[in-house]
């Protein structure tokens, strides 16, 4: 099992967040059709390091079969059985919506199904708050975890969308206890012009954080990409703040954007991306087939921190 960690060195970001996350105890989490190895696997690999207490909720016969084939014991588990993927989703989120679950876990299904039965009007998980996606980030060459926002929920956000996926990244770094992040809205170029939006965007969250309409953070933006996490890059052009070369948290202006340079990172530079759904009544642990055990663990254990945190700060996440 130990041979699908990376091997990476400087990897280890992560290994304090699992170890604080394993030692609150483990929460109840709905895994919605882990109909595969990979979702399977993964649900027993939080169980087995003591992140969560799964409740699998999908068709038993196929549930058991994954089982049966891969060699993976299913004894002492509950699970709850379903018709199809649409189903299982709907009954994961029914079991968070009663209290039986303080988490929720994908599965097998698409992303599509456990987002639409999550922002359901009647029957789903909502909040005050928009839906966003964060991957936590464990880059070799960076000195701490690194946020990347919004890469898998939000496509093309308006201002008001960004507003939240912002707060939504922020409550996550301080609920982890991180301490006050230090936020880039991304963009192409530092100056603000009206041939690229997302430079009048990130001025304009700017503006909203110094009017309190998004609080915790100190933000920056336009920055580009270098400026937000070189120090050098932003002592050459001249940038002075809290953010500019020291960012932890980048606001992509888009979802292609983000989706590539996390993506960018994990391929190319090595790193590990743990994921987490904010914006609900509980976190959301989204895992990839692609995931490495490290990473896998990892988000579950930012989830069962940050349920944690919201537990004890009730403000956190809207």
């Known amino acids: 099992m130990n041979s699908s960690i990376s091997p990476h060195p400087a990897h280890g970001n992560y290994h304090g967040l699992i170890a604080r996350a394993a030692a609150l105890g483990p929460l109840r989490t709905a895994v919605a059709h882990p109909c595969d190895e990979s979702s399977l696997r993964a649900a027993l690999d939080a169980t087995g390091a003591g992140l ?82 964060v991957f936590i980030m464990d880059v070799p060459s960076y ?24 707060q939504n990244a922020i409550d996550l770094h301080l609920g982890l206890g991180l301490g006050r992040p230090r936020v880039a809205i991304l963009s192409a170029v530092e100056t603000v012009t009206t041939s690229i939006p997302s430079t009048i965007d990130a001025a304009a969250l700017c503006k909203m954080a110094e009017r309190g309409q998004i609080t915790g953070a100190d933000l920056d933006g336009p920055l580009a990409l270098d400026n937000a996490i070189s120090p050098e890059a932003a002592r050459i052009k001249g940038l002075t703040s809290p953010v500019a070369g020291r960012a932890q948290i980048l606001v992509a202006p888009d979802l292609e954007a983000g989706n590539m ?28 087939r692609a995931d490495t055990l490290k990473t896998r663990l990892a988000s579950c254990a930012v989830a069962v921190l940050y349920a944690d945190a919201r537990l004890r700060q009730p403000g956190l996440g809207g």
């Open 261 to 288: 340079l996390a993506k960018n990172l994990t391929f190319m530079a090595g790193a590990d991306a743990a994921g987490l759904v904010l914006g609900a009544r509980v976190p959301v642990i989204l895992t990839s």
């Open 143 to 166: 000195p701490e975890p690194l946020f990347i926002t919004d890469a898998a929920v939000n496509i093309f956000p308006d201002l008001d969308a960004k507003r939240d996926i912002v």
């Open 52 to 133: 969560i207490t799964p409740i699998l909720v999908g068709p038993q016969g196929r549930i058991a079969s994954v089982a049966r084939e891969h060699g993976l014991d299913l004894t002492g588990l509950t699970l709850m059985d379903t018709a199809h993927s649409a189903a299982s989703a709907a009954r994961a989120v029914e079991l968070v919506r009663a209290g039986d679950a303080a988490l929720l876990m994908k599965g097998s299904l698409h992303s599509d199904e456990i987002l639409g039965a999550i922002t359901a009007r009647d029957t789903g998980l909502r909040t005050g708050r928009r839906v966003s996606h």
